[in-house]
């Protein structure tokens, strides 16, 4: 490394095999042979919030069963439903409107109110009629029967393919998370749920993944080891996110590496790319031999 002791990472010079501009491959100009002893800084780091606050596929399905209860009578299960909300940025007051479009389209004998709270945060969902409704948990989705779980139905009462392993669930947004409790869902319900605090900055940090930088002596919060940088994420939807090297123990070991083809992915906590929508990332690359 006689001459080179910083790149500059830009994803709209991605190579044309790339996935997409937060899961892309970048190639240098010339390899570099690193030596002992020299580790990497990422800096300058650049990433605009263009992601949604519910994202297709990712987090945008509500699961919820609805009950009939007549006067005198113990309820029993109507209707298990997969409703998904369109995609988009939303703040509390939209997707309040936005569930209870979903909602009513579904079931309209329910007649569904929903409800912004700004005071606390939270979304009030109430059944106007005498009907119940359970908002489910993702681990009651999980652990529902068989039988249960392949007769999810959309807005309109089509059958839903359903995966245990990738829920879509929007619960993480509305805090739905009693993942300890398994309700019976044919005897219990209501008629009226509030949420917790929403939680619409779903990406708190974003985690900038390499699988062939370093020497993999980072640990994640679910085992990985390609992390070679963590970004907060500082700005609010359509603002820029910029970071840089604040502690000195921030690097990562490349030592003896020869890189020509770098990979980098952007994730969320869960392992999931973020979908930037086009935009594109930035960063720097410093190198630095120590004694």
């Keep these: 490394m006689d001459k080179i002791k910083k790149v500059y990472i830009d994803s709209r010079y991605k190579s044309n095999d790339s996935v997409s501009n937060s899961d892309f491959k970048f190639e240098l100009k010339e390899a570099l042979d690193l030596p002992d002893n020299t580790v990497c800084y990422i800096d300058d780091i650049s990433i605009p919030h263009t992601w ?89 989705v999980s652990t529902a029967t068989y039988s249960f779980a392949i007769n999810w139905k959309d807005r309109i009462g089509n059958n839903v393919p359903f995966d245990f392993y990738n829920l879509k669930s929007l619960n993480e947004v509305i805090r739905n998370e009693n993942n300890n409790e398994y309700h019976p869902l044919q005897t219990q319900g209501v008629s009226e749920h509030t949420t917790p605090f929403l939680d619409l900055l779903t990406v708190h940090n974003i985690y900038i993944h390499s699988n062939n930088l370093g020497h993999y002596n980072t640990i994640g919060v679910r085992g990985e080891n390609t992390i070679i ?63």
């Design 52 to 140: 949604y606050t519910i994202e297709e596929n990712l987090n945008n399905t509500l699961y919820i069963v609805t009950t009939i209860m007549d006067p005198g009578v113990t309820p029993t299960w109507y209707h298990s439903l997969a409703l998904e909300i369109p995609a988009g940025n939303y703040t509390g007051s939209t997707l309040a409107a936005a569930l209870q479009t979903e909602l009513n389209i579904a079931e309209p004998d329910h007649a569904f109110v929903c409800v912004y709270n700004p005071a606390s945060g939270s979304i009030t969902i109430e059944s106007t009629y005498i009907q119940l409704f359970t908002i489910l948990s993702d681990y009651q």
């Design 229 to 291: 940088k963590k970004t907060p994420v500082s700005s609010g939807f359509g603002f820029m996110i910029l970071d840089s090297v604040v502690a000195p123990h921030d690097k990562i070991d490349v030592s003896r590496q020869t890189i020509k083809t770098l990979n980098f992915s952007f994730k969320n906590v869960h392992g999931n790319v973020i979908d930037l929508h086009g935009a594109n990332v930035s960063f720097s690359m410093i190198f630095v031999t120590t004694d």
